[in-house]
């Protein structure tokens, strides 16, 4: 991957990872307003669920496109480390094909469902929210998942967590961190 494709994929990625955060903060912020009314009315507002819910559709879907990204789906990973590498590759080249392919598919077909969507989902009698809220988040996932593909994001070989840095620690960082004996306790404790 090019570091000019690595940078709009890598954009692309925090940019979703944000909006999924705030969906799930939204539908956090709906669920707690809902039960403190119930507990300080002892009525139950009938919108919240029901306009929670509707964040669902986006949170799950967007959140393909992030584990897509980060190359977190087990079974292909657990695949590449008992086949042999030549087989590896072709299974790659086959992976790429087909996300491309059923991404060009969510585009094509999710484009016509959020058009022909002309419902309102009726969360209460003032709040109405058209269906096509919904229904865009297919096709929007389909462009998202395809820019991924065509910026070449490496599905077997995820970034790791952990730097080479990260595994180099110092006594003394150690000692800072509670996790080893001082060197003056050392000292006592091999003179006693």
Not at 68 to 92: K, N, Q, T, W, Y
Not at 105 to 130: C, F, K, P
């Amino acid at each position: 991957m090019t570091p000019r494709l690595a940078r709009i994929s890598h954009a692309l990625d925090a940019a979703v990872t944000v909006f999924c955060v705030g969906c799930v903060l939204v539908m956090l912020g709906i669920s707690f307003t809902g039960s403190f009314y119930m507990f300080f009315t002892g009525d139950a507002l009938s919108w919240t669920y029901s306009l929670a819910r509707l964040f669902i559709p986006w949170l799950g879907l967007l959140s393909i496109t992030v584990a897509f990204r980060r190359g977190e789906h087990i079974a292909m990973s657990s695949l590449m480390e008992i086949v042999p590498r030549p087989i590896g590759l072709a299974a790659r080249a086959a992976n790429y094909v087909i996300v491309g392919v059923f991404a060009l598919l969510m585009i094509w077909y999710g484009t016509e469902y959020a058009m022909n969507s002309r419902d309102l989902y009726m969360v209460s009698d003032q709040i109405q929210v058209d269906a096509r809220w919904v229904a865009s988040s297919v096709p929007i996932t389909g462009i998202i998942l395809l820019i991924h593909v065509l910026c070449g994001v490496n599905l077997f070989d995820p970034p790791s967590i952990l730097d080479e840095g990260d595994l180099e620690v110092t006594h003394e960082q150690l000692v800072e961190a509670g996790l080893a004996p001082s060197g003056s306790s050392q000292k006592g404790a091999s003179g006693a």
